[in-house]
């Protein structure tokens, strides 16, 4: 199968600070990737250097056939991307944030307005359309901005902890959003803090002080660390981190 | 092109959506140009005088009368002795004080040189000169009348030369004509620095120019998409404030209106780059105030809204080659009062642009995409 994404050796250093040492990973085409690690493991600048928001130090990477390094305006046609942080324009309204970003990435206008029905409908958000951003619940602007980050049908996207904060309910409803979106054969790369969530993945890793100290599915790292869950095998690997909150 | 015209209405959209920022953009020019053109005026009226007149003679009640006449001072003490006089100068209850002297009258009789002598609180240097010399003044129009009548023309006073001046661009001196087209370019100053920098710095807090980065918008249509409306909202208020100089204080407009949008259209891309400079540099919306702040008040200062910039030392007019806001006043009142022509104020245009060309080629190199 082909590589969505290809990492070899990649590293970032903030000064004397190894943020991301030699990482090396690949990620196939459709695949749910879980990208696991405590706070300050080095997980968000991993991915900011894979959506070409950072530039990295040394080591080599490619993101859907292009270089990270030179390619960079390419890698951003072809990925979706949402921040820990709620980044939509919380003072416009659900439509005008999709026309926005819809017109942004170069969609034709009636790919924007067939776009925002499939999305509103997907959502259930028919009635809210033309309300500000500002005024949802947490769990339906992460929804929105899960949804918004896919308008462009990208190859790949970056997810990171978007279930931060979450109640269960709007957890599980956006995990099946994630499978839909893998089901059509988007990649989908998440961070995440809950273990639980690590078990929807297809594959995942573990990263501890900036390394990746564990990759495979969740069920061959059960097996490997005898553990019963995730969340046993996590403690495991993290426990001798340095930069552990 | 799409993409920039998205970006623009969505600054409308936000700015038109942010009730405070609305409200600012109309309210600001017409509040400001209607307090500061009063407040700032530099006409000095009622000048508390105070009088010692040991004279007491007809001559020094007519010199008395004579200043209580005009316009400029309102007698509130009158002493019978210098050292009174000069407590209450020293009170704060007068500004000025006027002492006659006893032989007055005497020495204007025996050919002798009458002498008046005139005491002033300079703590503020300004008013005291003026006070002094309009003081001087109306002593020095009595002394003419006066020896003329009281000799009848038989003895011969030194001529004098008779200077008359005709005030050009400005006839009535009127303070207000002068401040206003100053007022007017420190607003749009403010308001664009303001705007600009704030707005780019909240992009930021939010996390929205991130979402903005990962996408495959450029530098250069993100920073379009930023200049156009803050400068369609500076043009607004210059309109604004124009209006207000105009139905309001009767300003005639003496140059072309068309110029002075050219001007000010030129004037906000070189601010609105300083104003995306200040955001670049700035993390959050308090660090970004100060830095505001910093710049601002030299750039006012120095502009020479309040003080001639000419007669400012050499380093401080060093500073204003530099100063956009200093050629803007410059510009503003010399298209406004005396009808300047594009090319009477060519070289304080190029400088405009040449500073606006270098700070937004500044943005675009420090504005990053990717750290």
């Known amino acids: 199968m082909e590589a969505s994404i290809k990492t070899e050796n990649l590293t970032k250093c903030f000064g004397s600070f190894t943020a991301v040492n030699n990482i090396t990973f690949k990620v196939d085409k459709g695949e749910i990737f879980g990208f696991l690690g405590a706070n300050g493991a080095g997980k968000t600048t991993a991915m900011r250097m894979l959506c070409g928001l950072l530039h990295p130090t040394s080591g080599k990477a490619s993101v859907a056939g292009f270089d990270v390094f030179t390619q960079r305006e390419q890698i951003k046609k072809n990925i979706g991307y949402m921040s820990q942080k709620f980044s939509l324009y919380e003072d416009l309204t659900i439509k005008e944030n999709i026309n926005f970003f819809g017109t942004i990435y170069g969609l034709s206008n009636t790919k924007i307005k067939e776009k925002t029905e499939q999305l509103l409908i997907r959502l259930n958000l028919m009635e809210e359309a033309n309300s500000l951003v500002a005024s949802l619940p947490l769990g339906w602007k992460q929804k929105l901005s899960f949804s918004l980050a896919l308008i462009h049908d990208p190859k790949i996207v970056f997810l990171d902890e978007p279930t931060g904060g979450v109640d269960p309910i709007t957890r599980r409803q956006f995990w099946e959003l994630i499978y839909e979106t893998a089901d059509s054969g988007t990649t989908v790369f998440v961070t995440t803090h809950y273990m639980d969530e690590a078990e929807y993945c297809n594959r995942v890793s573990i990263m501890v002080d900036g390394k990746i100290e564990a990759i495979d599915t969740p069920d061959n790292l059960k097996k490997l660390f005898d553990a019963s869950t995730m969340d046993e095998v996590f403690y495991l690997l993290a426990r001798g981190a340095s930069t552990q909150e | ?371």
């Not at chain 2, 002075?260 to 959050?284: A, C, E, H, P, Q």
């Open chain 2, 1 to 371: 092109m799409r993409t920039i015209r998205a970006l623009i209405q969505k600054e409308f959209k936000q700015i038109f959506r942010n009730k405070i920022i609305l409200r600012l953009i109309i309210m600001l020019p017409v509040v400001q140009l209607i307090i500061l053109i009063y407040a700032a005026n530099n006409d000095i009226k009622n000048i508390s005088m105070g009088v010692v007149d040991l004279d007491r003679s007809s001559t020094s009640q007519k010199i008395i009368s004579k200043l209580q006449a005009s316009s400029y001072f309102i007698l509130n003490d009158f002493s019978t002795s210098k050292k009174q006089g000069i407590r209450m100068l020293e009170k704060g209850k007068t500004d000025i004080l006027i002492e006659i002297p006893h032989s007055f009258e005497k020495d204007i009789y025996n050919n002798e040189h009458p002498r008046v002598a005139i005491t002033v609180n300079a703590i503020n240097s300004t008013v005291a000169i003026l006070a002094a010399s309009y003081a001087g003044n109306i002593l020095g129009g009595f002394a003419a009348e006066y020896a003329f009548s009281v000799t009848q023309g038989k003895i011969e006073v030194p001529k004098q030369i008779n200077v008359t001046n005709s005030n050009w661009f400005n006839p009535l001196l009127d303070y207000k004509s002068l401040m206003l087209p100053g007022v007017l370019a420190i607003l749009i100053t403010i308001m664009g620095i303001l705007l600009s920098a704030l707005n780019i710095v909240r992009e930021k807090e939010m996390g929205t120019i991130e979402q903005l980065n990962v996408t495959p918008v450029t530098k250069l249509q993100f920073i379009i998409g930023k200049l156009f409306p803050f400068m369609v909202v500076g043009l607004f208020q210059l309109t604004l404030g124009l209006c207000v100089a105009v139905f309001l204080y009767n300003l005639e407009i003496q140059g072309s209106i068309v110029l002075l949008y050219g001007v000010v259209t030129v004037y906000l891309f070189s601010v609105l780059g300083i104003g995306f400079l200040i955001s670049t540099i700035s993390d959050n919306q308090v660090q970004a105030m100060f830095v505001m702040l910093f710049f601002m008040i030299i750039f006012i200062l120095l502009s020479g809204l309040f003080t001639s910039a000419d007669s400012m030392p050499v380093w401080a007019q060093g500073i204003n080659t530099i100063n956009p806001t200093y050629y803007l006043v410059d510009i503003i009142r010399l298209v406004v009062l005396k009808g300047s022509t594009l090319f009477d104020i060519r070289k304080q245009m190029t400088a405009i642009l040449i500073i606006g060309l270098v700070v937004n080629a500044v943005v675009i190199q420090s504005y990053k995409k990717v750290v």
